[in-house]
Every structure is written in structure tokens, then in C-alpha cells.
T-cell receptor, first 118, second 112 residues
Framework: DGGITQSPKYLFRKEGQNVTLSCEQN?????MYWYRQDPGQGLRLIYY???????QKGDIAEGYSVSREKKESFPLTVTSAQKNPTAFYLC?????????????????FGPGTRLTVL | QKEVEQNSGPLSVPEGAIASLNCTYS??????FFWYRQYSGKSPELIMS????GDKEDGRFTAQLNKASQYVSLLIRDSQPSDSATYLC????????????FGTGTSLTVIP
């Protein structure tokens, strides 16, 4: 089955800890994205990557870090610098602008990771 | 900052009725538009995309686009209780496609 997987489904973090959220896709997509969703709010972009070994900050990158060493994987680390990390984290992927063209690139989402700070 | 606006709702319709969801966007250059459905506690799933002015139908769903007025809407005919969810409108950044801008979503409840 092709798709996007995220793990763990639920994650609990103590104050001062760094935690890493996993995102893997086997869709052969070039582009990958991380979003944060808070209750009653829309999706806010944390980081995105259009190609391996390259990534860009989104609107709320402070306190987060990412890597893109493989096309299939885009892990997100929530650092202790992120003061209010409790949220629902969503990973998405798309074919990529360069391949699909600006008018048709479509994002598909993984099942999400719910992070809670204890 | 590009803006995508949706009425947060909640929108309640009786079973079998037509539900109408609206979205406006600020970037006049936007070329493509997407509707996602998100059930409570789940991730968004794509239900419709539209690129040209006019209507696009897919089963009980119809997306309508009016670029001159900068709005896109989603109609759900013969609404079912299983349609109860939050519907997100998404508009890619038109010149780079580097990110999608999402509305905050409209919560729909279909009453049996």
C-alpha cells in the first residue's frame, strides 16, 4: 500500500525534553511538509522540503528542526525551545511543483501525531 | 501573508439537504483550490480539487470556483450524517507552490 505513515500516534513529552516525530512516505513524492494544528484552528506550516537535502522554514519554525536525508523521510524534532508544543502534528507530501506543475500539485496527509507536554 | 477565509460555523443541516460551504482567498493570482474533509481527531483527506472557473462535480460533491470574485465553494447534496466533519479550504501559493494556505475550516453537522 502506498501512503504516508507517522509515528508515534501519541507522544508525551516532559518539560525540557527534545522529541522526534517520524514521517515516512512511499509515494515517491519529492515534497514533504510539517504542519501544526491547535484545537479550533487551521493548519500552520512549520517546515517544508521540496527536495532531498533542502528544507525551508514555514510560518512557525521557531523551536523546531528537521532533516531530509532521504526522499522517503522527513523527521521533525520538537526542541525544548518550543514553549507550547502540545498540538496535533501533521505530515504531508506532494509530487512537487517541478514535476506536477503549479496548477495541480496536491498535498496528502499522514494520520498525525498528537503531542502532549506533561 | 496570503489569507484564506472560511465561516467557522457550526453549520447544521438536516439529513438529505444541501450543505453549502464557502471560502474566499486574498491572492488574485491563485490557480488551484482544494477541499479537505477532517473528521474529529483525524487527519485531513482530500475530497475535491478545482482549477477552472465554474462547477466541478464528483458524486454528491460539487465545487464551484469564481476567480473574479475570489471565492470557491463546496456543495454537498443529499447530506448524510457521515458527512459531519470539518471542511478545510486550501489554496497553494501560486507562484512557487512552496506552501498551501489553509482556512480554519467550517464545522458541518448533519442531523438525522
Amino acid at each position: 500500500d502506498g501512503g504516508i505513515t507517522q509515528s508515534p500516534k501519541y507522544l508525551f513529552r516532559k518539560e525540557g525534553q527534545n522529541v522526534t516525530l517520524s514521517c515516512e512516505q512511499n509515494l515517491n513524492h519529492d515534497a514533504m511538509y510539517w504542519y501544526r494544528q491547535d484545537p479550533g484552528q487551521g493548519l500552520r506550516l512549520i517546515y517544508y522540503s521540496q527536495i532531498v537535502n533542502d528544507f525551508q522554514k514555514g510560518d512557525i519554525a521557531e523551536g523546531y528542526s528537521v532533516s531530509r536525508e532521504k526522499k522517503e523521510s522527513f523527521p521533525l524534532t520538537v526542541t525544548s525551545a518550543q514553549k507550547n508544543p502540545t498540538a496535533f502534528y501533521l505530515c504531508a507530501s506532494s509530487i512537487g511543483f517541478g514535476t506536477s506543475g503549479r496548477n495541480t500539485d496536491t498535498q496528502y496527509f499522514g494520520p498525525g501525531t498528537r503531542l502532549t507536554v506533561l | 501573508q496570503k489569507e484564506v477565509e472560511q465561516n467557522s460555523g457550526p453549520l447544521s443541516v438536516p439529513e438529505g439537504a444541501i450543505a453549502s460551504l464557502n471560502c474566499t482567498y486574498s491572492d488574485r493570482g491563485s490557480q488551484s483550490f482544494f477541499w479537505y474533509r477532517q473528521y474529529s481527531g483525524k487527519s485531513p483527506e482530500l475530497i475535491m480539487s478545482i482549477y477552472s472557473n465554474g462547477d466541478k462535480e464528483d458524486g454528491r460533491f460539487t465545487a464551484q470556483l469564481n476567480k473574479a470574485s475570489q471565492y470557491v465553494s463546496l456543495l454537498i447534496r443529499d447530506s448524510q450524517p457521515s458527512d459531519s466533519a470539518t471542511y478545510l479550504c486550501a489554496v497553494p501559493e501560486w507562484n512557487t507552490g512552496n506552501q498551501f494556505y489553509f482556512g480554519t475550516g467550517t464545522s458541518l453537522t448533519v442531523i438525522p
